[in-house]
C-alpha cells in the first residue's frame, strides 16, 4: 500500500511525483513555475516561464487552484488577478530582497516628493508598492513600458536600482531611480567574469538586467530569464556563461544538451552559493506536494488592496498582449 503523508513530512517511500498529479486532477489545480526552482519542482510543472509570461498564465488559467511554486510577489501577483481562485505557495516566507526594500510608507513619501511622476514598478515588490504605482513591468516588457510614458513626463522607477540604471542607458530616458538591488545578481564579480572569460574564450556571456553594469558591460546578450533561455537554444555557440540565477541552467541543459552552461561565479571567496536565490529555494518538492496535501499555506489580500495593485498590473498585461 502506498504511504501517503502526515501532517508534516513526507515518507521517502512516497512516489512525489506521481501523487502531485493525482492533486492536481482532484483539486483542478495548475502548478506555475519560475525558472529559478529546483530542477524537480521545474519538471512537475505544468508551466515553467519568466515572470511576465507566469503572470499571463496565472491570468489566463481556467483552473481551480493555482500552485505557484515561486516566490511571494509572483504568488500575490496571481492573486491580484484571480480573486475567487485559490493561490497556494509551498513556503510563505518564500520572499524576495528587492520587494523588500521598498516598504509601502518610505515608497509612499517618496513618491510624494514628485508627484508629478509616473510610477513605473517592477513586478519584483509587494502588493502594496503595486497599488502605489501607475504602470508595473518586468525584466522582458521594462523597455517598451519606459518608452510607452510621454517624454514629457518624469518617471520614478522602482525598486531595481540596476534594471532602472540599464534601462537609462537603453533608452537615453532620465529616471529616478529607488534603491533596491537583488542579493543574487548584485553578488556577480566581474574580476571572476573576466577570468572565466579567459579560460572560455568562446563561450558567449548571457546576464539578466538586473546585474550590476560592470557585469553587464561583458554580456554578449542581456534579457529576462526566458529570453536567456531562447538566445541559447537559437544561438549558434556551444559555450555559454550564464550571469543569472543558477536554476535557469536546468532548463537550458534540458532544450540543448549538446550545448555546455557555465554558471557565474559569486563574488564570495568562500564556497557558497551565492547564484543561487536563498528564497526561491526555500520551495522544495516536498513542501509543494504539503500545500497542495492541506491547501495550506494559502495566499490572501485584503480585496481593497487587490483592487487598487490590480491596475496598474493590468495596464502592463494591456500593453505586453
Ligand atoms: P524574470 O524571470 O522575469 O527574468 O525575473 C527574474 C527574477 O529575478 C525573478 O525573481
Ligand atoms: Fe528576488 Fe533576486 Fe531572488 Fe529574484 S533572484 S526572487 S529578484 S532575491
Not at 36 to 41: L, S, V
Request: glycine share 2%; net charge negative; aromatic share 6%.
Amino acid at each position: 500500500m502506498m504511504e501517503t503523508a502526515t501532517e508534516t513530512h513526507v515518507s521517502a517511500k512516497q512516489d512525489l511525483f506521481e501523487q502531485i498529479e493525482q492533486l492536481k486532477k482532484a483539486m483542478n489545480a495548475v502548478i506555475l513555475a519560475h525558472y529559478y526552482q529546483e530542477p524537480d519542482i521545474q519538471d512537475v510543472a505544468d508551466f515553467l516561464g519568466d515572470s511576465l509570461q507566469l503572470a499571463q498564465a496565472a491570468q489566463k488559467t481556467d483552473a481551480d487552484v493555482i500552485v505557484f511554486a515561486g516566490v511571494h510577489f509572483m504568488a500575490e501577483t496571481a492573486k491580484i488577478l484571480n480573486p475567487t481562485k485559490q493561490v497556494l505557495l509551498p513556503d510563505l516566507a518564500a520572499g524576495c530582497s528587492l520587494a523588500d526594500s521598498a516598504p509601502a510608507p518610505l515608497f509612499a513619501a517618496f513618491k510624494a516628493q514628485h508627484p508629478d511622476a509616473v510610477v513605473i514598478s517592477y513586478i519584483n515588490c509587494t502588493a502594496e508598492i503595486k497599488a502605489l504605482s501607475d504602470i508595473i513591468c518586468t525584466s522582458s516588457n521594462a523597455e517598451k513600458i519606459v518608452r510607452s510614458v510621454p517624454a514629457d513626463k518624469k518617471i520614478i522607477f522602482a525598486p531595481d536600482k540596476n534594471l532602472g540604471a540599464y534601462l537609462i542607458k537603453k533608452t537615453g530616458r532620465e529616471m529616478i531611480l529607488w534603491q533596491g538591488s537583488c542579493i543574487v545578481h548584485e553578488t556577480f564579480s566581474e574580476r571572476k567574469l573576466i577570468w572565466l572569460k579567459t579560460r572560455h574564450p568562446h563561450a558567449k556571456v548571457i546576464a539578466h538586467p538586473e546585474c550590476k553594469s560592470p557585469v553587464l558591460a561583458h554580456a554578449d546578450f542581456i534579457g529576462s530569464t526566458r529570453a536567456l533561455l531562447e538566445y541559447t537554444m537559437k544561438n549558434d555557440a556551444t559555450e555559454f556563461i550564464v550571469v543569472t540565477e543558477a536554476g535557469i541552467l536546468h532548463e537550458m541543459e534540458k532544450k540543448s544538451p549538446h550545448k555546455k552552461f557555465i554558471a557565474a561565479p559569486p563574488n564570495s571567496e568562500s564556497s557558497c552559493n551565492c547564484n543561487e536565490c536563498p528564497y526561491m529555494k526555500l520551495n522544495t518538492l516536498e513542501k509543494l506536494y504539503l500545500c497542495m496535501t492541506h491547501r495550506a499555506p494559502e495566499l490572501t489580500m485584503p480585496e481593497a488592496l487587490r483592487a487598487q495593485a490590480e491596475k496598474s498590473l493590468l495596464r502592463m498585461l494591456e500593453l505586453s498582449a
